[in-house]
């Protein structure tokens, strides 16, 4: 079965950071691109980065520069490490796989940046 497992989050002072993981199950991992969003209260989940099968990135107009998405093949892993936080970035986490029209989703993890 498909399982995606976020870890990482947590309580980060302005200007820190952190890095997300994402641990992925139950499909061909190295053929699929991959995926973070977040959420934050009251707002719409939004893409924060992409990362392709072969590692070519996108990110948000938000985010560029401070964070950065990866992943290891060998261990089904797909990170997002978080630099110079925002208390703006805060919000839940979410890794996302798109299984060719079967979309798989982890059950996030919250990151909350203070003052």
């Known amino acids: 079965q498909v399982q995606l497992v976020e870890s990482g989050g947590g309580v980060v002072q302005s200007g820190g950071s952190l890095r997300l993981s994402c641990a992925a199950s139950?499909?061909?991992?190295?053929?699929?691109?991959m995926s973070w969003y977040r959420q934050a209260p009251g707002k719409e989940r939004e893409l924060v980065a992409v990362?392709?099968?072969?590692?070519?990135?996108n990110y948000a107009d938000s985010v560029k520069g401070r964070f950065t998405i990866s992943r290891d093949d060998a261990r089904n892993r797909v990170y997002l490490q978080m630099n110079s936080l925002k208390p703006e970035d805060t919000a839940v986490y979410y890794c996302?796989?798109?299984?060719?029209?079967?979309?798989?989703w982890g059950q996030g993890t919250q990151v909350t940046v203070s003052f």
């Open positions: 139950g499909f061909a991992f190295g053929a699929f691109g």
């Open positions: 996302h796989a798109d299984l060719a029209g079967l979309s798989a």
């Open positions: 990362i392709t099968r072969i590692s070519s990135t």
